[in-house]
């Protein structure tokens, strides 16, 4: 009997209050039984989100959100500015050119942020860049991009929208979506939401329903203006995916009986001891910069496969993290602090990767990180 | 205490086999514990829509298989002929014109089917149309329209693809893919698979692959070419809905115990039995021929409003059928017999009906539609 525990980043483990309501009897997505639970769902969204704009519940992975706030707002020619600084940075690439954008890319090195002063410079140059595209977290990498001061840069440009990828940092971080004038952000259901994956969100913002008006792109799956008029009378404009957003609205409520600030505080103090706990390891972090607190990036030890590590880690001791993405692989394994997360997830996880490394020939002193982990999360 | 009883053409009611079985831990989706999960739902799908060929799975509803449908075999200004003979029709249309293809459509009176020949004509007058789209089962009016018919007439034409949405019609009528000649099937997960909404599941012949070589229509998010690659590796080429995945292998394993020809007699005995007790009512079908195994529509007795009809099962008596759709609404009501149902589903049902009616001032013999349905499914 090898005990289970799921460390990847997204999908993440799923509390059991969710878990056993998505087991009940499945109900009618246009019967009144469904109506008020779609429509706690809505409001649930919008705490969440910080925002009074709609967010939108697709039945989708987070990639059919993020297409979706391609196709909605803009229209084959427009210029695109995207920062690619990962795999998931040059998903969007993928999706704007799959649509006919004109594309123009800000690229970094695998581990690094974007300079908020970069994208200005590059709106500067050109105003009519219609859509800049960005992640929150770059779980390819493990970095967080500054969001914050990204948005308070493309605000100034009125005829530029600011879309961000939050799929894994959704809960992970603090994004201000009206304060900080975030025009289209987009969330997973498995990541820091705790459910299983099925489910896109993303809000909007009264300037990227302008945009609606005009664009161009051919849509039906993914309609945003459908999905809006629906979700006025609590529906989705297709088939609701009845079993999630029950499962969304038990999450919803451990999360508010949490409190948002503490759900931000719990993932920051997580993902610092993880990074602290590697770095007694004498491992060396992959973001070089700006750590994301969903998933640490760590560099595997010269000599070692990152692959290995990650498959020594899931079959000798049970635990799934992550191995690294694209060029990444080999190089690096990712361990998430997302979500159903806390002090004993982060103790379990660094014991593994010590053990694991030690019985891979690394020197390692065991519980030398375990030790640094303990220390910070006692605080 | 009221119990509750779900008879809506979808979602219809979860075997427990499946709730539980999603209930689990959730599973990481490029793990080696998911893949043989995937190799089986791949193989048991392969089962089910009787073909050789790769049975896609998505994570959607139904209609994002119907788009993706569209967008991977076709290009903006393809000539297409549309099936128009529902509220599904019509989805058709729009699907084919959000995407730009010259639409041309053979329009039915709702209740009725298309006949063969009027394909046959169609394609004969002009042999370039490149895609025939029709339902299986036209769910918003109860009708059946003969693919093996229709099939037997496109496969003649080799510049032309048939496409088929069978999101109700699957595990309720037989389509035998292969041996007809089907090049594009459609399902979803909350019909006859008796699973929550969050799956679609496209079939797809050799002859579609190499249309879609060509197609021009933009697509990310449904890229059938990058699934096919995926599913060879028993994954999907975006995060797979784990537990939905899950869900479908418990209840293809439950339907591979029953044996697919005898799914498809429970669907017509059920429906037969529905259909006859109905009558004997004194209420006529809404389908005026080819009647669906999935859904039998019934048009509401003279003075009488099927949305009230609807209210007065699911309010007094907890049963959750359905009303009409589109220019139906107020004009009929639906009941299912499809996925997880049986002989005293249909029971329960017919007797809400003669209750409902009775209730509303409507002359009817508790009773006497019952004890024709018992006759029929003593059988």
Redesign the interface.
Known sequence: MLK?Y?V?P?????PSEA??A????????????FLPVLGAAKKGLQWLYQTKNDVLIL??????GM?GSV?NFFSPGDKALVINAGNFGERWT??CN???LSLQEIKKDWGYTVRPEEIEQALRHDPSIKGVFVQASETSTGVYHDIEAIASVVKNFSGTLLVVDAISALVAHDLKMDAWGIDVLIG?S?KGLML???LAFVGISEKAWTFAESAK??????NFKKERESLAKNQTN???????IIGLNECLKLLQREGLENAFERHRRLANATREAIKALNLELFSKESPSNAVTAIESPAGLDGQEIYKNL?EKYGI?A?GGQGRAKGKIFRIAHLGYADTFDIITVVAGVEMVLKSMGHPVKLGSGVSVAEELLME
């Open positions: 289970r799921l990847a997204g999908p993440t483990p799923v878990l056993l998505m087991a009940m009897p499945v109900i009618h997505h246009r019967s009144p039984d039945c989708a992975t987070g990639t059919g297409v196709n993928k999706i799959a649509y006919g997973g498995q299983p994956p099925g792109c051919p849509r039906f799956y993914f297709f088939t609701s995916p009845v079993t999630l899931r799934t992550a």
